[in-house]
């Protein structure tokens, strides 16, 4: 299995306050993480630079507008009570979906099997209006209209294991059949949305978790709900808004998964890229709020995609 590595260079361009779960050293404590040799076969590449115009994809035509319009010349605006945008934010964004889109020509045209992102800000939670939840653009959705848009990609499939449901996803593609939505995520919890009856036309699966579960509870929700719904639907690639904000450690919520955990999801869904899309998987860094369950979380994550097992991690 051939895995790359985007890695986002101006990680730090996007300021936000000090104190906020979202900061740069999210991105520091991934690249340490990826830097030992268990990960020396990782293809790696620095992502460019990506177009903004591309936004229009997801986002409405004035969408870009406000944005720069509340970026301040210097220091950091506030969008809302929890997102901020800073003077060089647009920079990081751009390269967040550049690297995105480097990561999906790279599997679409077969150089690599699979891709993992790190990159920030988030975006699930950017909705076609409207910028929130520590989201600025949503870069997932972006890439899953560039599949279809440039690579002829008929059928996407996004699976968010993010402990917050991606309301903006779903907002986005609610009522679009070609793509496939599917989220885990604790209920009750920000942003208040993905109870199980939100389905979208049949296109969109919730599996909400309970406060205070743990690893068997996600398996179920995998096993019974989102993998079978997912081999329905036989995607021609998958999608991954990889949250690693359900560790037990993590300040924002109240699962209670482990490392591990993430390497054995993230294993049943290359069983399905197996079956049913010769192996493509684009996977985004989306929350991930305490160091070392992100670290923990994201090393059992690209340890399972390079290999299909999770081998030594204590190199």
Known sequence: MSTLLVSQSNYADHATPQGHPERADRLLAVEEALARPRFDKLIRREAPSGDLMLTELVHDARYMARLRDARPAEGIGQLDPDTFVSATSLAAISTGLGGALAALEAVL???????????RPPGHHAEIATPMGFCLIN?????????????????????????????????????????????????????????ASETGVGNIVNAPLDPHTDGAAMREAYLTRIIPALNDFSPDLILLSAGFDADGRDPLAQLNWNSADYGWLTGKLMDVADRRCGNRIVSLLEGGYDLKGLAGG??????????????????
């Open 109 to 119: 045209l077969g150089e690599v099997d699979n891709a993992f992102c790190a990159i």
């Open 298 to 315: 994201v090393s059992h994550h690209a340890a399972m995609l390079m290999d299909g097992a999770i081998g030594r991690l204590d190199e």
């Open 139 to 195: 870069t997932v959705a972006i890439a899953a209209r560039e599949a279809q848009r440039k690579y002829g990609a008929e059928r996407i499939a996004i699976i968010d294991f993010d402990v917050h449901h991606g309301n903006g996803t779903q907002d986005i593609f609610k009522s679009d059949l070609s793509v496939f939505y599917a989220s885990s995520h604790q209920m009750p919890l920000f942003p208040g949305t993905g109870a």
